[in-house]
């Protein structure tokens, strides 16, 4: 009954910002973690950010500096500020919910939005 769904991701040249949204409905959310992967062809997905239902926030070494996480007050909501992008950044973008935030850092959660596409050109 879970259902995810990701919006925000777009094309933009190096430098530029994107915000990525992850809308959850079916349930109540106000002490679940919540987090961001992201997977580029032919390589392995890999954790972007999370945070916990109290606030607890993890990033990526490539993100921190560049990428912030945050979420709405009834916590069914998590969005990514993304600043800098570069091409390295192309990939796409998928949101993780979760009832603790080491469950949404290893990516073993069983809820998971279908994505949405970033692209960074040069």
């Known amino acids: 009954q879970v259902q995810l769904a990701e919006s925000g991701g777009g094309s933009v040249q190096v430098g530029e910002s994107l915000r990525l949204s992850c809308v959850a409905s079916?349930?109540?959310?106000?002490?679940?973690?919540m987090g961001w992967f992201r997977q580029a062809p032919g390589k392995a997905r890999e954790f972007v950010a999370g945070?916990?239902?109290?606030?607890?926030?993890q990033y990526a070494d490539f993100a921190k500096g560049r990428f912030t996480i945050s979420k709405n007050g009834g916590h069914n909501t998590v969005f990514l500020q993304m600043n800098a992008l570069t091409p390295e950044d192309t990939a796409v973008y998928s949101c993780?919910?979760?009832?603790?935030?080491?469950?949404?850092?290893?990516?073993?959660?069983?809820?998971w939005g279908q994505g949405t596409q970033v692209t960074v050109s040069s």
């Open positions: 079916g349930r109540d959310f106000s002490r679940w973690g």
């Open positions: 993780t919910f979760a009832q603790t935030l080491p469950v949404i850092e290893a990516g073993t959660g069983d809820h």
């Open positions: 945070v916990s239902w109290h606030d607890i926030v």
